[in-house]
């Protein structure tokens, strides 16, 4: 009974603590644009690898930043020898999580909701993803407007089977002055199998884009 106790509590902990380590990264690095986060605990070591847009704002001027982290997970978190490994995001568009957060910080610096969706947008299909969904909800207009929602997309996001597994997903907050609206973004990278599906993108694309580009012309002076 003890040994089932043991096993429940740290299959509950875990997960809670990998959420606070990843909570705790993303409030410290966030000049360095973190993309993804994967933690690997063994008996002897923290394995911590981080994908960033930036580096160098993670390693610091000769080491001493990553030193400084690596010191608090193991004072504040209780980690095992914590080791935190750093690459370079190679394409910053195929990164919901990047995308996410600069669709919220373009909506934080009081740029049109519906604009920065279709730019952001016509980005992550240029670099080839084959299909793209940004989905913004909140309080889109001015202060006193009501809550609703804002999506746009390009291409071909499965939604079901096995090739919907493989979507990249990330979900962000901009804060504003009528309330927070939320940012749902969901990738389909180039490397998605689809084995039922030709995928027609170009012809499809543009004339998602161009709609969307029409559709954002014809709202100019609105608030979204």
Same mark, same amino acid.
């Given at each position: 009974?003890?040994?089932?106790?043991?096993?429940?509590?740290?299959?509950?902990?875990?997960?809670?603590?990998?959420?606070?380590?990843?909570?705790?990264?993303?409030?410290?690095?966030?000049?360095?644009?973190?993309?993804?986060?994967?933690?690997?605990?063994?008996?002897?070591?923290?394995?911590?690898?981080?994908?960033?847009?930036?580096?160098?704002?993670?390693?610091?001027?000769?080491?001493?930043?990553?030193?400084?982290?690596?010191?608090?997970?193991?004072?504040?978190?209780?980690?095992?020898?914590?080791?935190?490994?750093?690459?370079? &995001?190679?394409?910053?568009?195929?990164?919901?999580?990047?995308?996410? +957060? $600069?669709?919220? /910080?373009?909506? *934080?610096?009081? =740029?049109?909701?519906?604009?920065?969706?279709?730019?952001?947008?016509?980005?992550?299909?240029?670099?080839?993803?084959?299909?793209?969904?940004?989905?913004?909800?909140?309080?889109?207009?001015?202060?006193?407007?009501?809550?609703?929602?804002?999506?746009?997309?390009?291409?071909?996001?499965?939604?079901?089977?096995?090739?919907?597994?493989?979507?990249?997903?990330?979900?962000?907050?901009?804060?504003?002055?009528?309330?927070?609206?939320?940012?749902? &973004?969901?990738?389909?990278?180039?490397?998605?199998?689809?084995?039922? +599906? $030709?995928?027609? /993108?170009?012809? *499809?694309?543009? =004339?998602?884009?161009?709609?969307?580009?029409?559709?954002?012309?014809?709202?100019?002076?609105?608030?979204?």
């Amino acid at each position: 009974m003890m040994v089932m106790e043991s096993i429940e509590k740290k299959f509950i902990e875990e997960p809670v603590l990998k959420y606070r380590i990843m909570r705790f990264l993303e409030e410290n690095l966030d000049k360095a644009w973190i993309a993804n986060v994967d933690i690997q605990k063994s008996p002897v070591a923290t394995r911590i690898n981080l994908e960033v847009l930036d580096p160098s704002k993670v390693i610091g001027k000769k080491g001493k930043r990553i030193n400084e982290l690596s010191e608090i997970l193991r004072r504040e978190f209780k980690l095992e020898n914590p080791q935190i490994n750093v690459v370079e &995001v190679k394409n910053q568009w195929l990164e919901p999580k990047i995308v996410a +957060k $600069k669709a919220a /910080k373009g909506i *934080e610096m009081g =740029k049109k909701v519906r604009s920065v969706l279709h730019r952001l947008l016509k980005n992550v299909i240029e670099s080839g993803a084959i299909g793209v969904e940004i989905v913004a909800k909140g309080k889109l207009g001015a202060k006193g407007a009501k809550a609703r929602s804002l999506k746009v997309r390009a291409g071909f996001v499965p939604k079901a089977g096995e090739p919907s597994k493989a979507v990249k997903r990330a979900h962000y907050n901009a804060m504003t002055k009528s309330g927070i609206i939320g940012i749902n &973004v969901s990738i389909a990278t180039p490397d998605i199998y689809l084995p039922d +599906k $030709k995928i027609e /993108k170009k012809s *499809e694309e543009k =004339k998602e884009l161009e709609e969307g580009q029409k559709e954002e012309n014809e709202h100019e002076g609105k608030g979204t």
